[in-house]
């Protein structure tokens, strides 16, 4: 049987297409035992977080238990606020969030609707693999933000990649090993 995985772009206009390669990347790197779902986000350009979080519960619902869950940059955000929230209503088989911001009381950084809840590591659940992965040449969003992460939810596995952009340069082959890990 197949694997599920779901990838959730970022924000901005234009990043479902600029997320392609880094998402034919993983396909190819998980191979034919999985499915990777990549919609593209209603207003990626100026998103909204209860749509978002809206489809992303529906696409988990089509999918059934143990999928794999990614998000990327403001999809990341959205994806470990939606964790924190629940009522998803599947058990995933691991959470994969990569150059997320963390938004806070920033004047740059801050958007309400996902800032976490000073509880965050206490409402996601204990049994889940999360995994917070950023490039240590992350021109968007600066790698600080994972240690933020990191302060916030001390069961994550940070992984900070050396030479690595926003994007992670195209290249998600560590995020394929662990999901293969995780199986």
């Given at each position: 049987?197949?694997?599920?995985?779901?990838?959730?772009?970022g924000g901005g206009e234009?990043?479902?297409d600029?997320?392609?390669?880094?998402?034919?990347?993983?396909?190819?790197?998980?191979?034919?035992?999985?499915?990777v779902r990549f919609p593209?986000?209603?207003?990626?350009?100026?998103?909204?977080?209860?749509?978002?979080?809206?489809?992303?519960?529906?696409?988990?619902?089509e999918m059934g238990d143990g999928a794999i869950l990614i998000?990327?940059?403001i999809g990341g955000s959205v994806v470990i606020r939606v964790l924190v929230d629940g009522g998803i209503g599947q058990s995933l088989a691991g959470a994969f969030v990569l150059s997320a911001p963390f938004w806070h009381d920033d004047d740059f950084w801050n958007w309400?609707?996902?800032?976490?809840?000073?509880?965050?590591?206490?409402?996601?659940?204990?049994?889940?693999?999360?995994?917070?992965?950023?490039g240590r040449e992350d021109e968007?969003?600066?790698?600080?933000?994972?240690?933020?992460?990191?302060?916030?939810?001390?069961?994550?596995?940070?992984?900070?990649?050396?030479?690595?952009?926003?994007?992670l340069n195209d290249d998600l082959s560590e995020v394929a090993q662990a999901i293969k890990r995780l199986s």
């Amino acid at each position: 049987m197949t694997k599920q995985v779901l990838f959730v772009h970022g924000g901005g206009e234009g990043t479902y297409d600029e997320s392609a390669k880094a998402v034919e990347s993983l396909r190819a790197a998980l191979g034919d035992a999985y499915v990777v779902r990549f919609p593209k986000m209603p207003n990626e350009a100026e998103p909204d977080f209860a749509t978002w979080k809206n489809v992303i519960a529906g696409e988990l619902a089509e999918m059934g238990d143990g999928a794999i869950l990614i998000g990327h940059s403001i999809g990341g955000s959205v994806v470990i606020r939606v964790l924190v929230d629940g009522g998803i209503g599947q058990s995933l088989a691991g959470a994969f969030v990569l150059s997320a911001p963390f938004w806070h009381d920033d004047d740059f950084w801050n958007w309400k609707e996902a800032q976490l809840p000073a509880d965050a590591a206490e409402r996601i659940p204990h049994d889940l693999p999360l995994f917070l992965y950023h490039g240590r040449e992350d021109e968007v969003v600066p790698v600080s933000h994972v240690e933020m992460y990191a302060r916030v939810l001390p069961q994550a596995t940070v992984r900070r990649l050396d030479g690595r952009n926003h994007m992670l340069n195209d290249d998600l082959s560590e995020v394929a090993q662990a999901i293969k890990r995780l199986s």
